[in-house]
């Protein structure tokens, strides 16, 4: 008995050459334990050298093998090859520019974390030797869920909202805003309120939970940008009933 074999849809585009993105198909032996990536790899390795991707942990810890199989965002490296039928689809993620086959643009993600300012934010720093800013195990499991997030852009594919509104932050940099917002040791919720309140901050978020269903560590992006925009709403209260004593 031979090799189990099945055919791959591989998404190609090559900015020299094509105008836009073109299908290629490929028949290739595969094994019962292969994940999504290896049979990328072998496509890549034994039949077809031309093709790009990324990929490097293997171990769904680096973020970098997310791709579109059979039209949903997977993270490649973790997805197991068993759970397709003899043709499986393979494209680049939805939402971002391709930048060649299945390589897409990250520019634009990027900017949009800096924006949130995903560091901690103080105004007094401690002396040397009074040793680092201490946390509780509760105060450490309040943002352990949301610290979870491996950048993998999953959420980004997913997200309707990302293609209809190039200009929404996005799933991810908003929790990661929300994680350092609820940080015990962080100050910087203020400056960061404006920019999650502002053009393309929480309450552009349709709350479609697409970005949640697509994480691989179950970080709940979505929840972390409802409590957002619940603590935006109690920022704004406050305001309106006491202007001078806003803040958080």
Same mark, same amino acid.
């Given at each position: 008995?031979?090799?189990?074999?099945?055919?791959?849809?591989?998404?190609?585009?090559?900015?020299?050459?094509?105008?836009?993105?073109?299908?290629?198909?490929?028949?290739?032996?595969?094994?019962?334990?292969?994940?999504?990536?290896?049979?990328?790899?072998?496509?890549?390795?034994?039949?077809?050298?031309?093709?790009?991707?990324?990929?490097?942990?293997?171990?769904?810890?680096?973020?970098?093998?997310?791709?579109?199989?059979?039209?949903?965002?997977?993270?490649?490296?973790?997805?197991? %090859?068993?759970?397709? @039928?003899? +043709?499986?689809?393979?494209?680049?993620?939805?939402?971002?520019?391709? =930048?060649?086959?299945?390589? *897409?643009?990250?520019?634009?993600?990027?900017?949009?974390?800096?924006?949130?300012?995903?560091?901690?934010?103080?105004?007094?720093?401690?002396?040397?030797?009074?040793?680092?800013?201490?946390?509780?195990?509760?105060?450490?499991?309040?943002?352990?869920?949301?610290?979870?997030?491996?950048?993998?852009?999953?959420?980004?594919?997913?997200?309707?909202?990302?293609?209809?509104?190039?200009?929404?932050?996005?799933?991810?940099?908003?929790?990661?805003?929300?994680?350092?917002?609820?940080?015990?040791?962080?100050?910087?919720?203020?400056?960061?309120?404006?920019? %999650?309140?502002?053009? @393309?901050? +929480?309450?552009?978020?349709?709350?479609?939970?697409?970005?949640?269903? =697509?994480?691989?560590?179950? *970080?709940?992006?979505?929840?972390?940008?409802?409590?957002?925009?619940?603590?935006?709403?109690?920022?704004?209260?406050?305001?309106?009933?006491?202007?001078?004593?806003?803040?958080?």
């Amino acid at each position: 008995m031979g090799a189990q074999k099945k055919t791959f849809i591989v998404t190609r585009f090559d900015p020299d050459k094509d105008s836009v993105p073109r299908k290629e198909k490929y028949e290739i032996p595969v094994e019962p334990h292969w994940k999504v990536l290896d049979a990328v790899n072998y496509i890549k390795d034994e039949v077809d050298s031309t093709l790009s991707h990324r990929c490097s942990c293997r171990m769904a810890v680096c973020g970098s093998c997310g791709m579109s199989v059979n039209g949903e965002a997977k993270l490649t490296c973790k997805t197991a %090859l068993s759970d397709y @039928g003899d +043709t499986v689809e393979i494209a680049p993620l939805a939402n971002f520019p391709i =930048v060649r086959d299945l390589v *897409v643009e990250l520019e634009a993600f990027i900017e949009k974390f800096q924006k949130v300012k995903p560091w901690i934010i103080r105004d007094d720093v401690n002396d040397i030797a009074a040793g680092p800013y201490k946390q509780s195990v509760e105060e450490l499991n309040v943002i352990k869920q949301f610290s979870m997030c491996i950048n993998c852009m999953l959420c980004y594919a997913a997200c309707p909202q990302i293609g209809l509104n190039p200009d929404f932050i996005g799933p991810a940099a908003l929790a990661l805003a929300h994680r350092y917002n609820e940080d015990s040791r962080d100050r910087g919720a203020d400056e960061r309120r404006d920019i %999650l309140l502002g053009v @393309g901050g +929480t309450y552009d978020c349709t709350f479609a939970n697409e970005c949640s269903e =697509v994480c691989p560590k179950d *970080v709940d992006p979505a929840i972390a940008i409802q409590r957002e925009k619940f603590l935006g709403l109690i920022h704004w209260a406050r305001n309106f009933v006491s202007p001078k004593k806003g803040g958080r």
